[in-house]
C-alpha cells in the first residue's frame, strides 16, 4: 500500500518513544521505506539500533558526530520524504519547530523539508495544557502542520489526564490518510449507507438480513483516503468504523431514510450499499395484542419500506451523483438495468449472491457496474479494491 513512500519519523525524548518501534515496522510491512530520526533524548529511551534492525536503513540521530557521514544525509532525507511525523514530541521539541531553531538533526531536517509535517504531541497534562506548549500548537496548526490530539488516559508520570501518545494504530492511520492514495475526492462530501436495517416485531425480535456492512464499509474508507470528507450511516454492524469518517447508526429503514433525508441535499456523491429491509411491520406485537381480546390473530402483516434510493433519484441535485447496489440471485444484468432506471441512479454496482466469492460477509467482491451508457464487469477484487473501482467509475460521469 505504501511501496515508494519515504516517510520520516521523528522521535523525541518521551518514555512513549517505545511504541515507535511498532509504527516503523508496521510501515516497513505496508512496504514504505522509512528513515528514522532521533534526539539526544530520544535516545535515552530507546536504541537507534532497534529502528535500524526494523527499517534497514541508518537511524539519524543528533550527536553530530564528524566520521558520521549522516549528518549531510539528512537533507536529502527531507526533500524525498512524503511525510514527516514527530512522535513523541515533547514540549521542548514543539516549540523548537514553532521558533524556527535548528540545533539538532531532526530540527534541522525539519527545516529542509517541504513535504506534510504531522506532530504527535505525548507529555504530562499540566504540560500539555500550559499556555506556551498550547500557542507553539497553534503557531504550528497555523503553517499546516498536522497535530495529532493525544489521548486522556493514565500516564507514565502518574497524572491522569490529556497527553498520552496515541495507539500506533492511530499515528498510522494518520500517514495512511496522508499518503496512501491520491487525492482525487479532496473537496468532495460523500454519503455512504451500510449494512442492515432491523424492523422491530416486538421489544426483543426484529427482521434483518445477512448484511455485514464490509462492502460500505470499505467504500468509505477508499473515499476518506481519496480525500472526501465522508459520512457512513451504518445499520447494526460488528466492525468499526474507518477513521476520519462521521458516522451514524441506525436501526431501522425509516431511520436510515430520516438520516438520508436531512443529509442528502448537501453531498457530491450518495452510495447506497446498506441492505435495506423491503419490508416493516405493520403493527407491533403488542398492538395487535391489545386489539384481539383474546391475543389469537398474530397473524405478521407486514408494510413497504420507503424505497430511499429511488426517493434521491427524484430529487438529485445538480451535480450530484447517486450510486445504488443490486444483490442478486439470477438475471443479474437485466434486474439491475432496471433498477438503474425505474431509481434514476446514476451507476447501480450489482453483485450475484450465486458468485464464489462474492456477496454478504466474504472479503471479496465482483461487481459489474451498469451505468446508462456503459458496462464494466469487474474481475473478483478485495472490498478495498473493488470500492476504489467504484469511485474510478462514478469519477468518469
Ligand atoms: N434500497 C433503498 N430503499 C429500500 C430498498 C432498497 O434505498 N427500501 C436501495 C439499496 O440500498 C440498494 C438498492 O436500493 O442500493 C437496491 O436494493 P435491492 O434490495 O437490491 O433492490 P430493491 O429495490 O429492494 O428490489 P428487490 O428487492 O425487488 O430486488
Redesign the pocket.
Known amino acids: 500500500m505504501l511501496a515508494g513512500k519515504n516517510i520520516v519519523l521523528g522521535v523525541t525524548g518521551s518514555i512513549a518513544a517505545y511504541k515507535i518501534a511498532n509504527v516503523a515496522s508496521a510501515l516497513v510491512k505496508l512496504r514504505a521505506n522509512v528513515d528514522v530520526i532521533m534526539t539526544r533524548n530520544a535516545t535515552q529511551f530507546i536504541t537507534p539500533v532497534t529502528f535500524e534492525t526494523l527499517t534497514k536503513n541508518r537511524c539519524l540521530t543528533d550527536t553530530f558526530d564528524r566520521s558520521d557521514v549522516s549528518e549531510v544525509k539528512h537533507i536529502a532525507v527531507a526533500q524525498r520524504a512524503d511525510v514527516i511525523l514527530i512522535a513523541p514530541a515533547s514540549a521542548d521539541f514543539i516549540a523548537k519547530m514553532a521558533h524556527g531553531i535548528a540545533d539538532d538533526m531532526l530540527s534541522t531536517t525539519l527545516l529542509a523539508a517541504t513535504c506534510p509535517v504531522q506532530v504527535s504531541p505525548a507529555m504530562n497534562t499540566q504540560m500539555f495544557r500550559h499556555p506556551a506548549v498550547q500557542d507553539n500548537l497553534s503557531i504550528l496548526k497555523s503553517r499546516g502542520v498536522t497535530v495529532i490530539p493525544p489521548d486522556e488516559g493514565h500516564l507514565a508520570c502518574g497524572a491522569d489526564g490529556a497527553g498520552k501518545l496515541p495507539s500506533e494504530q492511530t499515528l498510522l492511520n494518520y500517514i495512511l490518510r496522508e499518503i496512501a492514495k491520491e487525492k482525487d475526492l479532496t473537496g468532495k462530501k460523500v454519503l455512504v449507507?451500510a449494512g442492515p436495517t432491523r424492523e422491530s416485531l416486538d421489544p426483543v425480535r426484529f427482521i434483518t438480513n445477512h448484511s455485514t456492512g464490509k462492502m460500505g464499509y470499505a467504500v468509505a474508507r477508499q473515499a476518506m483516503l481519496r480525500g472526501a470528507d465522508v459520512t457512513l450511516i451504518s445499520g447494526p454492524v460488528s466492525i468499526s468504523p474507518p477513521p476520519f469518517v462521521k458516522d451514524i447508526n441506525i436501526q431501522s429503514?425509516q431511520e436510515l431514510f430520516n438520516t438520508v433525508q436531512s443529509l442528502y441535499a448537501e453531498q457530491d456523491i450518495i452510495i447506497?450499499?446498506?441492505?435495506?429491509a423491503?419490508y416493516t411491520p405493520a403493527e407491533t406485537k403488542t398492538e395487535k395484542i391489545k386489539k384481539s381480546a383474546d391475543g389469537a390473530d398474530l397473524s405478521l402483516s407486514l408494510k413497504r419500506?420507503?424505497?430511499?434510493?429511488q426517493w434521491l433519484g427524484t430529487r438529485k441535485q445538480k451535480g450530484q451523483l447517486v450510486c445504488?447496489?443490486?444483490?442478486e440471485t439470477e438475471n443479474v444484468l437485466e434486474?439491475s438495468r432496471a433498477?438503474l432506471q425505474k431509481?434514476n441512479a446514476d451507476m447501480i454496482a450489482a453483485n450475484s449472491l450465486k458468485d464464489a466469492g462474492s456477496g454478504f460477509g466474504t472479503d471479496t467482491n465482483h461487481l459489474v457496474l451498469i451505468k446508462k451508457d456503459s458496462i464494466i464487469d469487474l474481475p473478483l477484487l478485495s472490498k478495498e479494491d473493488a470500492a476504489d473501482r467504484l469511485l474510478d467509475s462514478l469519477l468518469e460521469l
Open positions: 449507507t429503514a447506497m450499499t446498506a441492505a435495506v423491503d419500506t420507503t424505497d430511499i434510493l445504488g447496489f443490486s444483490m434486474n433498477k431509481k
